[in-house]
């Protein structure tokens, strides 16, 4: 049973800093992607970032760019997201996911295989 477990989230202030980490177990990846998605109050889910497990080929939101940095520690079977300059508009719910061994779009959730539970970051004026 594969489980990802986030880690990381809080209460900043806008244009502050956060880490978020997502743990995963119950099996090493070795292909496909780890990515972050986020869902605010009364929205839908959104991509984030993903990172490719071999290539480390990295994709971003537009809305993150130049802010967010995801990467991958391949021992720890870990991913991280480092999020800084943060904006109220950040503030949601961020899950973890992973899974696309079989390809597809990394931004699209129907990729993913896993998910995490959630962990929730707010950004305050």
């Known amino acids: 049973q594969v489980q990802l477990v986030e880690s990381g989230g809080g209460l900043v202030q806008a244009g502050g800093s956060l880490m978020l980490s997502c743990a995963a177990s119950?099996?090493?990846?070795?292909?496909?992607?780890m990515g972050w998605f986020r869902q605010a109050p009364g929205k839908e889910r959104e991509f984030v970032a993903a990172i490719d497990y071999l290539s480390a080929l990295r994709n971003y939101a537009d809305s993150v760019k130049g802010r967010f940095a995801i990467y991958r520690d391949m021992v720890k079977n870990t991913v991280y997201l480092q999020m800084s300059s943060l904006k109220p508009e950040d503030t949601a719910v961020y899950y973890c996911a992973a899974g696309g061994i079989r390809g597809g779009s990394r931004s699209d959730p129907s990729t993913y295989d896993y998910w995490g539970q959630g962990t929730q970051v707010t950004v305050s004026s």
């Open positions: 119950g099996r090493t990846f070795s292909s496909g992607a």
